[in-house]
């Protein structure tokens, strides 16, 4: 009996852990249709507050699975190594009008990882995600923005197995994260990029 009641134990402690996400709290600006941006510049990915040696790249990672979904929504991202090589890392404290204009972008991405937080105990591991994502046109208005916040941890006996599944192995975590905040953003039509993309080749 005590060996049935720890382990109805550990089953329900371990969906309450599980269950500790919260959905994708956004607004978008009723003039978005009207404004309909294609381009978008994806400036680098601000982190705010430390995140451990192991963990420098999840900037990078929010930052490239960002692009692929807008590339999956039909818009047109400007190419990642152009936005890098054109500002220069002059980026910080310009304006997203300004940011816009040098970059030829109908709208400016930020993205923001507002918290990375890991919890470790012998038999217990967590890592809690916060973000948020602001689209700003070309005329410096916010046309977007959207925050978001997960957190999954796990309980067991096997404490290295568990830190790998729930610590180290997050590019899907982030994966997941972009989604759900880009669930929130319309698509565009094919039909218009493809429009779009045939202009682009004539002289």
């Given amino acids: 009996m005590r060996k049935i009641g720890r382990l109805l134990a550990f089953v329900v402690l371990s969906a309450v852990l599980a ?18 941006p294609a381009r978008i510049a994806l400036l680098p990915v601000i982190i705010e507050g430390p995140v451990d040696a192991g963990d420098k790249d999840i ?5 490239t699975m960002s692009y692929e979904r807008l590339r999956q929504m039909n818009y047109s991202p400007v190419p990642l190594d152009e936005i890098d090589r054109r500002l220069g890392g002059e980026g910080d404290g310009k304006a997203p009008q300004d940011i816009a204009r040098l970059l030829g972008a109908d709208a400016v ?10 919890g470790r105990l012998p038999a217990y591991a967590s890592l809690k995600v916060e973000g948020s994502y602001e689209l700003y046109s ?5 046309l977007w ?19 790998v599944g729930v610590l180290k192995a997050y590019e899907p975590r982030i ?11 319309p698509h565009r039509e094919a039909r218009q990029r493809e429009k779009e993309t045939f202009y682009q080749w004539l002289p």
Avoid: P
Avoid at 23 to 34: A, E, N, Q, R
Avoid at 109 to 118: D, H, M, Q
């Fill in 175 to 185: 994966q997941r994260f972009v989604d759900d905040v880009f669930s929130t953003l």
């Fill in 19 to 36: 269950g500790c996400a919260s959905g994708v709290v956004y607004t978008l600006d009723l003039g978005y249709g009207k404004a309909s």
């Fill in 109 to 118: 991405l930020y993205i923001r990882v507002a918290g990375w937080n890991k």
């Fill in 59 to 63: 900037g990078e990672l929010f930052r």
């Fill in 138 to 142: 070309s005329d410096g208005r916010r």
């Fill in 145 to 163: 923005s959207a925050s978001h916040s997960t957190k999954e941890s796990d309980l067991g006996l096997d404490g290295k197995a568990m830190e």
